[in-house]
């Protein structure tokens, strides 16, 4: 698999969960909305650690992580690190039982709209980045 390809693949997930989040927002199964929501920015970050690193993205799930190694984090405004802290605990919540129940009822068809969202606006944020970055290594190959 080529650094591209993986790129890509990492890409198409999140487009994915974010199709599958939509769909899931209209049907109201909101814990699951901020479930996938998660797991694209997490998907993206990584598409953009395998983009700008010589090695595979770590296995965490930590958003903070990610970003702190991307180096993402200080180009973020202070609105998004709060919804990256808010985000964290939405994979957790949304895989053990015992935690299911409080999360869905703290979710609601205006919360989940807002992390739909702005999930969207970071995700093409991360994109656009990534792609300035695909950019100045396509044109620094080409000037050698």
């Known amino acids: 698999m ?36 998660h797991q694209a920015l997490e998907k993206v970050l990584k598409a953009y650690y395998v983009a700008t690193k010589e090695d595979d993205p770590p296995y965490t799930h930590s958003h903070g992580k990610l970003l702190d190694i991307c180096g993402l984090t200080d180009q973020l405004s202070p609105e998004h690190l709060r919804f990256i802290d808010f985000m964290v605990p939405m994979y957790i ?10 999360a869905a009822r703290s979710l609601t068809k205006d919360i989940c709209q807002h992390i739909l969202e702005t999930t969207k606006q970071l995700t093409l944020w991360i994109e656009q980045r990534l792609q300035d970055n695909r950019l ?8 050698e």
């Open 2 to 37: 080529t650094k591209e390809s993986t790129i890509q693949g990492w890409l198409d997930h999140v487009h994915e969960d974010i199709s599958a989040a939509e769909d899931l927002w209209k049907t109201g199964h909101w814990l699951y909305v901020a479930f996938l929501c």
């Open 93 to 102: 919540k949304a895989r053990y039982p015992e935690q299911k129940v409080a």
């Open 136 to 143: 100045s290594m396509s044109s620094e190959s080409t000037s």
